[in-house]
């Protein structure tokens, strides 16, 4: 059974400083005393009201925690109502606002004037009152100050007395607060980097300017040898280490080691890497949030932490070629559960990808659940298949398929136990039974380090994602003299017959994990084809999110001000603030290009 509301609040603990962000809700109305106002003011904060009740009944945040709203009062019908729900927002918490009306309202009069919140204005769709007029002269008054903000205006007419929410509102509601929520999420955590470029990899670069000036995030570095110095002086909680310990030894199957027997560890140096890889997972983990554990052993600074909602380790080859790997660490740390049980995924970026680990972060607090870093490593053609296995691809793979494959380490989630509607999924940790948690630990095999590429040993994650999952794949890329940009593809995962399977998989390396992925095609564009959608693809790392979660990354890029180079979700999908018409609408995408540039990243200096 899934985890109680009572269990979810006991495991939703705070693990990092700032404010859980909460929706503001801002009621405006007509000003006019003496008949007007006084007729308007139930039907308004009836209007708000509905609301909150509807962002918060279907929206938590990723610790799990439902989503609170904030209701201005009173009504906002001139400037000092504004000024004074400005002040009440700021004292609780808000990060993203809503303006409701069902009638006119003095334009910039009543308008939320704060830069950095994500904001957008409900204008109720009757004719009793011109709440559409007052919606338009709001927006037109956003554009013109440079407040990018989203117009929701339900299809069809109601009366005034119809307080629900209609279907097409809601969906634009729940599209523009789930995005809303993790821009204010993100802003003031940190990245850190445990070691620094690994490989010459462009994503570990840490541009700080991008996180600053596009994030709101701070980002802190750390060297290598700070774990070793962990280690060495026993910088982490010893009686957890012993519950990891039994816990790896009861629950983590080893599996087959290919590496030539001339070369192979001994038992003896494996157990010893054993206990290495679990006290870097220890360490990782308190260099990202902290631990108090660690102020009993008089490690006051170490205990503090970095505050890092996501972080990215090395690795390659500084500290692979001597030290165990980081693929186990990586793997649980990312899963939504471990020897602590069920709890919410520790964000880390493999070979300290950065970029990667940004899109990481923006698909876990889009969908809650954990994500799959992977290598976009092979476009494979249904010929190619075919002249290697003898078998042909068929289904969604019958137009040819990418190989996602990670060199160790990916979440258990992404083994795809989990179930939705009796399908495969990944799941927030406070969905997941007991029996999913068994079958994703049962699905994966800890497989000795091929040597060639980890001189240091470890272990490394195998395990297959099971097929007919909706994913969507996503990247950001920068660019100089553009800066950031954001790619996607939605699709599916595949499950290939094993004799295909085998064929194709050990012509990498069996012991990683593997992800058969299916895009979706549109028959144009960078969906012509399956070829064009890897030829397109910017970088050689890729973050997987279960679901068709497209419009949601393209809402938040806009947010961001971050323009999307490549998609496949269909235009009627896609929700951008009013702003972006105003740029063009034959071309959707040279807008956003356009609108990005014009209003600068959120929050870089204008």
């Known amino acids: 059974m899934n985890l109680t509301n009572l269990e979810i609040k006991e495991k939703s603990h705070k693990r990092l400083i700032g404010t859980t962000p909460k929706i503001g809700i801002r009621p405006v109305i007509d000003g006019r005393r003496k008949g007007v106002r006084e007729s308007l003011e139930n039907q308004t904060i009836k209007m708000a ?8 009944k279907n929206l938590r945040h990723s610790n799990g ?44 009069e009543v308008m939320d004037t704060d830069p950095l919140l994500p904001k957008a204005v ?39 007395e119809d307080h629900s929410i209609p279907e097409d509102v809601a969906q634009k509601l729940l599209l523009w607060a789930k995005s ?16 620094s470029v690994s490989m010459g990899i462009a994503g570990s670069i840490i541009d700080q300017d991008f996180f600053a000036d596009y994030l709101g995030m701070r980002t802190a570095a750390v060297d290598m040898t700070e774990v070793v110095r962990r280690i060495g002086e026993k910088i982490y909680d010893e009686q957890e280490f012993k519950k990891a310990k039994k816990w790896v030894k009861e629950y983590c199957p080893i599996g087959e080691d290919i590496n030539p027997p001339e070369i192979r560890a001994s038992e003896e140096r494996k157990e010893q890497e054993w206990e290495t890889i679990i006290k870097m997972t220890l360490i990782f983990r308190d260099l990202m949030v902290g631990n108090k554990e660690l102020n009993k052993l008089n490690f006051q600074e170490e205990a503090l932490g970095y505050n890092a909602i996501i972080a990215g380790f090395q690795g390659q080859r500084q500290w692979t070629d001597h030290f165990p790997n980081g693929d186990f660490s990586e793997a649980i740390l990312n899963s939504s559960f471990d020897w602590n049980g069920l709890r ?8 300290n990808d950065s970029l990667n680990g940004v899109v990481m972060l923006f698909g876990h607090l889009l969908t809650n659940a954990a994500q799959i870093f992977a ?6 053609s249904k010929e190619a298949v075919k002249r290697v296995s003898g078998r042909e691809l068929t289904g969604k793979a019958s137009k040819g398929i990418i190989h996602l494959i990670n060199s160790g380490p990916a979440a258990l989630d992404g083994t795809g136990q989990q179930t939705l509607d009796k399908k495969p999924a990944l799941k927030p940790f406070w969905e997941i039974t007991p029996e999913e948690v068994s079958r994703c630990l049962n699905s994966t095999k800890w497989c000795h380090a091929a040597l060639e590429y980890f001189r240091g040993g470890g272990f490394s994650t195998q395990y297959t994602t099971r097929g007919e999952m909706p994913v969507t794949m996503s990247r950001i890329n920068l660019v100089k003299g553009r800066g950031p940009v954001l790619q996607l593809a939605e699709g599916y995962t595949v499950a290939l017959p094993k004799e295909i399977h085998d064929k194709l998989d050990k012509r990498t390396n069996p012991t990683w994990p593997t992800t058969w992925f299916a895009p979706r095609l549109t028959g144009k564009g960078s969906f012509k084809d399956v070829y064009s959608v890897m030829a397109g693809w910017g970088a050689n790392h890729g973050a997987i999110s279960y679901g068709h979660i497209g419009k949601l990354l393209i809402t938040l890029a806009s947010m961001l001000r971050i323009p999307v180079n490549m998609h496949n979700v269909s235009e009627e999908q896609i929700f951008r603030p009013s702003a972006w018409k105003s740029f063009g609408t034959d071309n959707p995408e040279g807008a956003d290009y356009i609108a990005c540039k014009t209003f600068g990243p959120l929050y870089g200096k204008k």
């Open 49 to 56: 009201q509905n609301a909150a009740g509807f962002l918060s």
């Open 65 to 108: 925690l439902p989503v609170e709203c904030v209701i201005a009062s009173p009504c906002i019908g001139g400037i000092v109502e504004a000024v004074m729900a400005e002040e009440m927002f700021k004292k609780e918490g808000v990060g993203l606002s809503l303006t409701v009306t069902p009638c006119w309202c003095y334009g910039t």
């Open 122 to 160: 409900w204008g109720f769709n009757g004719t009793e009152r011109p709440g559409a007029v007052y919606l338009a002269a709001a927006l037109a008054g956003y554009n013109q100050k440079g407040l990018p903000a989203f117009s929701i205006y339900g299809k069809d007419v109601l009366d005034k």
């Open 180 to 195: 809303g929520l993790a821009v204010a999420e993100i802003r003031g955590k940190s990245y850190l980097s445990i070691g």
């Open 344 to 351: 919410e995924p520790y964000l880390l970026a493999t070979e």
């Open 375 to 380: 290598d976009v490593r092979t476009y494979w």
